[in-house]
Structures are given as C-alpha cells and as structure tokens.
Nanobody, 122 residues
Framework: QVQLVESGGGLVQPGGSLRLSCTSS????????VGWFRQAPGKEREGVVC????????DLTDSVKGRFTISRDNTRNTVYLQMNSLKPEDTAVYYC???????????????WGQGTQVTVSS
C-alpha cells in the first residue's frame, strides 16, 4: 500500500522548535520530490517548501525562510521539516506530499499524508 505518514507535530511555545517527519511506505522516495504544505483553520492550503529528488530546495512561500529547513534521508525513506523560531501564525495542520517534481500547487502531487497538527501558543 502506497502511503505517506507525517509525525512530530504538537504544541510548542512561540520561539520554540519542532521537527516533522514524513515517511513513505510502499514506495521509495529516491525518485520523488517531497513538499510540505499547511492549512490553518479557515484558510486555504499553503505550500511551505519542497525538496526535489536531486536534493534541491524550492521555497513555496517566503514566510518561513530562515526559520524552516527541509532535508531528506533516503535510507530511511523520510523527509524532515525542521521548524525553528515558531510563531503563532505557523499554527496549522502540516501535510507532506510526493510527486516526481516540485510544484507550487498541491493539486499536482500524487501522494499525500494524513497531516499532523502544529500548534504554536503560550
């Protein structure tokens, strides 16, 4: 069964850090780009950042530059999103998605995870 599973979400205070993981099963991420998206209550889904199959980084938004870092470990079929200096406006459900290429629009991605909640609040 082809699946993506996110983990690592939770409640964190402003200024804190979290690391999200996105692990594939049923397929290898070696030839896939993996993008992170997020959706806050009442807002449209927003692209955050994408890591291509050749380990290039594509920023899908400017709002997390310098704070969020994407990386991958193909031996573990896992892509990570390190989130530092978190702000209340980062609160959202975070999803990972896989496709042969990085796209700004989520509609292009073939596979999606179920999402993990990130809440930034004091």
């Amino acid at each position: 069964q082809v699946q993506l599973v996110e983990s690592g979400g939770g409640l964190v205070q402003p200024g804190g850090s979290l690391r999200l993981s996105c692990t594939s099963s049923g397929f290898t991420l070696d030839y896939y780009a993996v993008g992170w998206f997020r959706q806050a209550p009442g807002k449209e889904r927003e692209g955050v950042v994408c890591n291509s199959s050749t380990d290039s980084i594509v920023d899908l938004t400017d709002s997390v530059k310098g704070r969020f870092t994407i990386s991958r470990d193909n031996t573990r079929n896992t892509v990570y999103l390190q989130m530092n200096s978190l702000k209340p406006e980062d609160t959202a459900v975070y999803y990972c998605a896989a496709d042969p290429g990085c796209w700004y629009s989520g509609s292009h991605y073939d596979h999606w995870g179920q999402g993990t909640q990130v809440t930034v609040s004091s």
